[in-house]
């Protein structure tokens, strides 16, 4: 099993960046397709992309441009870039991490709000 705690959220101005931190711990980590999901204020989740434990890269064709996805599997880390974040990036980062046929674990969420 994982246990996965997101971290990096925070407030920011339109144009701005973040980096959001995914933290795994419990073994074989590299076994596991990490997955990135926000769900905006009154909206479901929805997926950001994903990255495979040798570093392919997924993304929703919404998402494409802004977001990086990357990790260390050394360090049990996933994140999330996101360049020139707008008010419509608003919502709640969510982190996931999958593997068959151990399971599906989800972090609590990092919170980020794009304002001026």
């Known amino acids: 099993q994982l246990s996965l705690v997101e971290s990096g959220g925070g407030r920011v101005q339109p144009g701005g960046s973040l980096r959001l931190s995914c933290a795994a711990s419990?073994?074989?980590?590299?076994?596991?397709?990490v997955g990135w999901y926000r769900q905006a204020p009154g909206k479901q989740r929805e997926l950001v992309g994903t990255?495979?434990?040798?570093?392919?890269?997924n993304y929703q064709d919404s998402m494409k441009g802004r977001f990086t996805i990357s990790r260390d599997n050394a360090k049990n880390m996933a994140y999330l870039q996101i360049a020139d974040l707008q008010p419509g990036d608003t919502g709640v980062y969510y982190c996931?991490?999958?593997?068959?046929?151990?399971?599906?674990?989800w972090g609590q969420g990092t919170q980020v709000t794009v304002s001026s």
């Open positions: 996931n991490a999958a593997h068959n046929p151990t399971g599906l674990f």
């Open positions: 419990g073994k074989n980590f590299i076994f596991y397709t």
């Open positions: 990255i495979t434990g040798v570093g392919n890269t």
